[in-house]
């Protein structure tokens, strides 16, 4: 079983930036592909950003050019470096760390973009 815990979550003002942490229980948490995903209120839960065993990274399009994740397989831990924030970044963002027969979510953080 791996339990993952993100943290990071805050009220920020447009334009500014965070950083989440998803840390992982596992042993050999690198050998899991990990992905962020976030979630608004009254929208269905979407992907935002993947980075695999092999450190390849993807992300949605809103997102590219202002989110950058990350992984410190010595801290067992994935980030999410999120630049130039938007209100349209107000969601819970929850990691999801997956490999072939198994996959696990965390619990989520708040994220808030406001004036």
């Known amino acids: 079983q791996v339990q993952l815990v993100e943290s990071g979550g805050d009220l920020v003002q447009p334009g500014g930036s965070l950083r989440l942490s998803c840390a992982a229980s596992?042993?050999?948490?690198?050998?899991?592909?990990v992905d962020w995903y976030r979630q608004a209120p009254g929208k269905q839960r979407e992907f935002v950003a993947r980075?695999?065993?092999?450190?390849?990274?993807n992300y949605i399009d809103s997102v590219k050019g202002r989110f950058t994740i990350s992984r410190d397989s010595v801290k067992n831990t994935v980030y999410l470096q999120m630049n130039s924030l938007e209100p349209e970044d107000t969601a819970v963002y929850y990691c999801?760390?997956?490999?072939?027969?198994?996959?696990?979510w965390g619990q989520g953080t708040q994220v808030t973009v406001s004036s």
């Open positions: 999801h760390a997956f490999k072939v027969l198994t996959n696990y």
């Open positions: 596992a042993r050999l948490f690198s050998t899991y592909h």
């Open positions: 980075i695999t065993s092999g450190g390849n990274t």
